[in-house]
C-alpha cells in the first residue's frame, strides 16, 4: 500500500536521509486518538526497518505538535483499518528501540501526551511561540503515563509544579525547565531542525544506533550492572567497519565514508 492510502491521520515524507512524520489534523490541533497513536507506530517501525533513513523527525501540522488525547476516541479503537499494533505506553516506549536519533519539531502548543511525545525524542526544537503544558489536573485528571518519560528530562521539583498546577510553560521556560533542547525564533524553526538533522546524518548510523540502544539500557540500570555490559558494547563496537573506516579516515585526515556496517 501506499502511505497516502496507509495512514489516514499522519504524514510520512522522506528528505534526504531523515524520515519527517507529521501529525496531520491541524483543525483540532493534532489530538492523539487510538488510530494515529497506531499509525504513529507503524511509521516509526518502518523508518527503523529502513536503511536509508538516519535520522527521524517529529512535528504536527499547522500551529500545533499536539494537543494531547483525543478525549472524542477515549474507549474506542479510533477505526484504524491498520492491524493493532500497541497503544500510547507502546508508542512512548518505541522510541528507545529504534536505534536512530529523533528530533521533535515543536511549532506550537505540545500539551499531554503530545508533550510526552516531545519528551520521549533524543532532541526538541521549539520556535519561541510554543507553549509546554500538562493540564491534566485541571480536568481531575493527572499526567500519569507521560510523567515517566518527562521524569527523564525535567528536574523533580520542577516536573511536580508543573503536574501539580497544571502550568503552561513558555518555549524559554521549557528550555530552562529541560523540555525542549533549542528555542529559536519562528521563522527560523526549520533552518534549525535542517542544521541539527544534517549533523547526525552525517555520522556514523552503525555508532549510533549501537549508542543509542546501549544509552536507553544503561538508563535503567544501576551503575554495577550498566559498566560490564558497556564494556562489551565498546568492544563490539570496535569491531564494526564504521569505527576502522571512522579510525583510518582520522589518521589519514579526511571524512569518512560510513557504510552503516
Known amino acids: 500500500m501506499t502511505e497516502a492510502t496507509t495512514y489516514e491521520t499522519i504524514l510520512v515524507e522522506r528528505r534526504g536521509r531523515v524520515e ?3 501529525l496531520n489534523k491541524p483543525e483540532r490541533k493534532n489530538p492523539l486518538g487510538a488510530q494515529m497513536v497506531n499509525e504513529l507506530l507503524y511509521a516509526l517501525d518502518a523508518a527503523k526497518e529502513d536503511d536509508g533513513v538516519r535520522v527521524i ?24 483499518k491498520l492491524p493493532l499494533k500497541g497503544d500510547f505506553p507502546d508508542l512512548l516506549l518505541r522510541f528507545r528501540e529504534l536505534g536512530k536519533p529523533t528530533v521533535a519539531r515543536v511549532p506550537g502548543i505540545a500539551m499531554g501526551g503530545g508533550l510526552g511525545i516531545v519528551c520521549a525524542c533524543d532532541f526538541a526544537v521549539g520556535c519561541e511561540s510554543a507553549v509546554l503544558s500538562t493540564p491534566e489536573i485541571k480536568r481531575g485528571l493527572f499526567p500519569f503515563m507521560i510523567m515517566a518519560v518527562m521524569a527523564k528530562v525535567v528536574p523533580r521539583r520542577r516536573l511536580l509544579s508543573m503536574m501539580l498546577l497544571g502550568e503552561k510553560l513558555g518555549a524559554h521556560e521549557a528550555l530552562e525547565a529541560g523540555l525542549l533542547t533549542h528555542v529559536v525564533p519562528d521563522d527560523q524553526l526549520d533552518a534549525k531542525v535542517e542544521e541539527i538533522t544534517s549533523a547526525l546524518a552525517a555520522q556514523s548510523p552503525t555508532a549510533m544506533r ?17 559498566l560490564p555490559e558497556l564494556q562489551r558494547d565498546l568492544m563490539a563496537a570496535l569491531g564494526t567497519e564504521d569505527a576502522k573506516e571512522g579510525l583510518l ?10 557504510t552503516g556496517r
Open 249 to 258: 579516515a582520522f589518521m589519514q585526515k579526511r571524512e569518512p565514508n560510513w
Open 20 to 22: 519527517w512524520i507529521t
Open 210 to 226: 549501537m549508542g543509542l540502544l546501549a544509552f536507553h539500557r544503561m538508563s535503567e540500570q544501576k551503575l554495577a550492572e550498566a
Open 57 to 80: 523527525v517529529l512535528t504536527g501540522a499547522g500551529n500545533a505538535f499536539s494537543a494531547g488525547a483525543d478525549l472524542k476516541q477515549f474507549g474506542q479503537d479510533g477505526g484504524s
